[in-house]
């Protein structure tokens, strides 16, 4: 895991949000997810430089799992260790209310 992605881990981790079970490194249809909550089939990705090199390969991940009703929100580096309350407010927001059982599709 990336210093970014341990940081938000820390964050996710053991129900803290929401009371959510949040997975590292989850494999769905054959994509490696860094974050998914299975509850509200939320993928969380958090990209780092590698990412500009792969706008696209990232864009058509993302069309495929919507398809298969996960909801994709992504953040670089620099948001989750610079802005960690605001990344965390809008994971809050797009997992949506306790008792919701999706997330938003909003994003």
Not at 23 to 46: M, S
């Amino acid at each position: 895991m990336t210093p970014a992605e341990i940081h938000l881990w820390e964050q996710l981790r053991r129900r803290q949000r929401l009371s959510l079970k949040f997975r590292r490194q989850h494999c769905v249809a054959g994509f490696w997810l860094d974050f998914y909550c299975h509850e509200r089939r939320l993928a969380i990705e958090v990209d780092g430089p590698v990412h500009q090199d792969q706008e696209e390969y990232d864009a058509a991940r993302t069309v495929i799992l919507n398809g298969l009703g996960i909801t994709v929100v992504r953040f670089t580096n620099e948001q989750v260790l610079n802005e960690t309350v605001a990344v965390l407010a809008r994971i809050e927001v797009v997992a949506g209310p306790p008792g919701s059982g999706r997330a938003s599709r909003k994003t």
